[in-house]
């Protein structure tokens, strides 16, 4: 806490980081120190900077673009769907429960989709979902690559970013898992984000 001298001769040759000793004197209407002398010092360490605020992508906003490797092992970028309307959705393929309902659901939809519409799966867990485990996933669901690409993000900095961007949480379950929230993110033939959608309401977003 702070305190206040009487005499400010008292101060003369501290310096902050000055340790030292004095006399607290308190009357009835104010304290102060007085006796001030110096015993030591230490260094004064800055503070850590604030942690940076995250890009939150928004209605009408371009997506930024990222490097992303699907189940061939082939590179794409968002700008590669471009001039399609994109739905994009984040999981890992051992999820054994939103990531299957949400699965299944896509499954349905790529039989009735619009030549205009794509879809993309995009696994958070790219240190165990390799292009092997991804066609696996893309094979339990019957992907059908013309319509429905699974793919990953290899670069951890560029994987966080997105994750940010998109408000997608993931949460180290302690049992070799992940907790994570689920939606439906649209992307317009322009390549700027359209709407998120609940994950269960993805004939709404693929009517949108």
């Known amino acids: ?7 400010d001769t008292l101060l003369s040759g501290k310096q902050p980081g000055d ?20 015993t030591g010092h ?7 900077p604030p942690p940076p605020v995250a890009d939150i992508l928004t209605a009408g906003q371009s997506v930024k673009d990222a490097s ?27 999820c054994p429960s939103v990531c299957q309902a949400l699965g299944s659901n896509l499954q349905q939809l790529q ?6 519409i794509q879809l993309l799966s995009i696994s958070f867990d790219p240190a165990h979902d390799d292009a092997e485990q991804l066609r696996r996933y893309a094979a ?8 429905w690409q699974i793919a990953t993000v290899p670069d951890a ?5 997105l994750l940010d961007a998109w408000q997608v949480v993931v949460i180290d379950d302690g049992r070799g898992g992940w907790e994570h929230n689920a939606a439906l993110l649209v992307i317009d033939r322009r390549g700027r984000l359209v709407r998120i959608f609940d994950d269960t309401d993805t004939h709404g977003a693929l009517a949108f």
Do not use: C
């Open 140 to 147: 339990l669901w019957h992907a059908d690559p013309r319509h």
């Open 1 to 7: 806490m702070p305190f206040t001298v009487k005499d």
């Open 42 to 48: 230490t260094a004064i360490t800055e503070p850590p």
């Open 68 to 94: 992303l490797v699907d189940q061939d092992n082939t590179p794409r970028t968002f700008s590669s769907s471009k001039g399609h309307r994109l739905a994009v959705t984040f999981i890992y393929t051992r």
């Open 111 to 116: 039989a009735a989709l619009d030549p205009n």
């Open 19 to 38: 340790l030292v000793t004095a006399t607290l004197v308190v009357g009835e209407t104010q304290a102060y120190l007085s006796s001030l002398t110096k």
């Open 157 to 161: 900095a560029q994987l966080r970013r």
